[in-house]
């Protein structure tokens, strides 16, 4: 399965912090696609939705080749306060989209539609397209970090000799996603999302 592969690529890397352009070029191996863009837009409104995946091919106004696809993030989310920790979360988060499975995609806009209705909505109906978004979050944490120094941070954290914050830095991640990465349903729902 590629999501697994680059997860061992992670683990097999040495480094407790993972570069998102090496995540990038390990998701390019693993997966069908060939090329993956990053575009900010001042457009997207960064309290609805902070950036988005699009994968070729497309014409125009976004176009894009066959295997090729497109990373959209809110540019008020990446200059902000912490832009780089939620820059480098968010982006992550979108790029786990490479392995999403046809069922997953919302490639159309009936799909879209549904799949944010439930992100606003948590009585709306459980699409795939939903499914692939909490999929995509868990799995981007798990590769952020390597487990083992993911491991090490929480025992450090449990003890009281790191604070969240030193941890954040450290992990270059929002706080939001470092209380995630550290809580105890972590394991089961990457284990979920493999």
């Known amino acids: 399965m590629p999501y697994t592969d680059l997860y061992k690529a992670v683990q097999s890397s040495g480094n407790g912090r993972i ?8 998701a390019i191996e693993f997966s069908g696609i060939e090329k993956v863009k990053e575009q900010w837009s001042g457009v997207v409104d960064a309290a609805s939705i902070r950036g ?35 820059r480098r979360f968010i982006y992550t988060k979108e790029l786990m989209h490479v392995f999403d499975t046809e069922d997953e995609k919302a490639s159309n806009k009936d799909q879209f539609d549904k799949q944010i209705q439930r992100l606003k909505d948590p009585s709306a109906d459980v699409t795939p397209q939903y499914r692939a978004e909490l999929k995509a979050f868990w799995r981007a944490l798990g590769v952020l970090c390597t487990e083992a120094k993911r491991r090490e941070y929480k025992t450090l954290l449990q003890k009281d000799k790191a604070s969240w914050d030193v941890v954040a830095v450290s992990l270059g991640l929002p706080m939001n996603a470092v209380r995630n990465l550290m809580g105890d349903e972590f394991e089961r729902n990457l284990h979920h999302s493999m």
């Open 19 to 26: 570069s998102t352009r090496w995540l990038r070029g390990k």
């Open 52 to 86: 988005f995946y699009i994968e070729g091919p497309l014409g125009p106004p976004v176009p894009l080749k066959a295997k090729e696809a497109l990373i959209v993030l809110a540019r008020d989310v990446c200059t902000g306060p912490h832009g780089d920790y939620h």
